[in-house]
């Protein structure tokens, strides 16, 4: 087998990423929830994951996915919260994963499918760490929610992938 090196290019590459979802993690901590509904994200941090999904491939944006709750959740966070955004992490980059491989979906409705499997993920975590399932009901909800700024991202991280390939920063 092969041995790769990281060459300081591609090191700085992934340590701007983890910083820019940190960065945008926790803006969206300080933005209130929309339209009273608790637990509504925008979901900023998956723009970063789609751009690594797209320019990286499947093992550098869950490597970013994972390294960005862990870090988000020792700093910002408590162990609940860690549990709820590893099921809801988890989940939506094996279904993003799972759907661009296929190469039938566009960037756009894997984007979707990533937000609402996050609050699908998020809500299973729920009923396990409070044992009852009458919360499931709320999963509705999210799935508006979640498709929405599925939508939104989709596009934005469209627009971005386009834009960061004429800058070549996508070059390995």
């Given at each position: 087998?092969?041995?790769?090196?990281i060459?300081?290019?591609?090191?700085a590459f992934?340590a701007l990423?983890?910083a820019?979802?940190?960065?945008?993690s926790y803006l969206?901590?300080?933005?209130p929830?929309?339209?009273a509904?608790?637990?509504?994200k925008?979901?900023?941090t998956?723009?970063v994951?789609?751009i690594?999904?797209?320019s990286?491939?499947a093992?550098?944006a869950?490597f970013?996915n994972?390294?960005?709750i862990?870090?988000?959740s020792?700093?910002f966070?408590?162990?609940?919260?860690?549990?709820?955004?590893?099921?809801?992490?988890?989940?939506?980059?094996?279904?993003?994963i799972l759907?661009?491989?296929t190469g039938k979906?566009?960037?756009?409705?894997?984007?979707?499918a990533?937000?609402?499997?996050h609050?699908?993920?998020q809500i299973?975590?729920a009923?396990?760490?409070l044992?009852t399932?009458s919360?499931a009901w709320y999963?509705?909800?999210l799935?508006?929610t979640?498709?929405?700024?599925g939508?939104?991202i989709g596009?934005?991280g469209?627009?971005?992938?386009?834009?960061l390939q004429?800058?070549?920063l996508?070059e390995?």
């Amino acid at each position: 087998m092969k041995k790769q090196t990281i060459t300081t290019k591609t090191l700085a590459f992934y340590a701007l990423m983890i910083a820019l979802a940190m960065i945008l993690s926790y803006l969206e901590m300080l933005v209130p929830p929309f339209f009273a509904i608790p637990g509504m994200k925008l979901g900023l941090t998956n723009l970063v994951v789609l751009i690594m999904l797209y320019s990286r491939g499947a093992k550098s944006a869950m490597f970013i996915n994972l390294v960005r709750i862990l870090l988000v959740s020792l700093l910002f966070g408590s162990g609940v919260s860690f549990i709820y955004s590893l099921a809801g992490g988890l989940l939506s980059g094996l279904v993003m994963i799972l759907l661009k491989r296929t190469g039938k979906f566009s960037i756009v409705a894997v984007s979707i499918a990533g937000g609402v499997s996050h609050n699908i993920g998020q809500i299973l975590a729920a009923v396990l760490l409070l044992n009852t399932t009458s919360i499931a009901w709320y999963l509705v909800i999210l799935w508006f929610t979640g498709t929405a700024s599925g939508a939104v991202i989709g596009i934005l991280g469209g627009i971005l992938c386009k834009k960061l390939q004429n800058a070549r920063l996508f070059e390995k």
